[in-house]
């Protein structure tokens, strides 16, 4: 099956900066989309950015201005640079990807188990 790994959380102080990546393994035929979701205690989960096949990427408002997300199609991983970190920023940052594991398989959402973000005042 597909596995996603996030890695590069961390602890980082307000107006700092961050980068996070997600490598997917396993039997993949094509990557729809990759996504970089986050939750924090007691919210619900909520779209971060998202980036297509075409390199057309999507942000939600909190990280419009802010952060980046990027891909590398031979490594098939998605990455988020995040500036001007704020408290507000602080979640477990979760990596999404649609994939279609051959041609007669239908698009799956796969997700990573997440990796924490903790920005201090």
């Known amino acids: 099956q597909v596995q996603l790994a996030e890695s590069g959380g961390g602890l980082v102080q307000a107006g700092g900066s961050l980068s996070i990546s997600c490598p997917a393994s396993?039997?993949?035929?094509?990557?729809?989309?990759m996504s970089w979701y986050r939750q924090a205690p007691g919210k619900q989960r909520e779209l971060v950015a998202s980036i297509n096949s075409e390199n057309s990427a999507n942000y939600g408002d909190s990280a419009k201005g802010r952060f980046t997300i990027s891909k590398d199609n031979s490594k098939k991983t998605v990455y988020l640079r995040m500036n001007s970190l704020e408290p507000e920023d602080t979640a477990v940052y979760y990596c999404n990807m649609r994939v279609r594991r051959s041609p007669i398989h239908l698009l799956v959402d796969y997700w990573g188990q997440g990796t924490q973000v903790t920005v201090t005042s």
């Open positions: 396993g039997s993949i035929f094509s990557i729809n989309a």
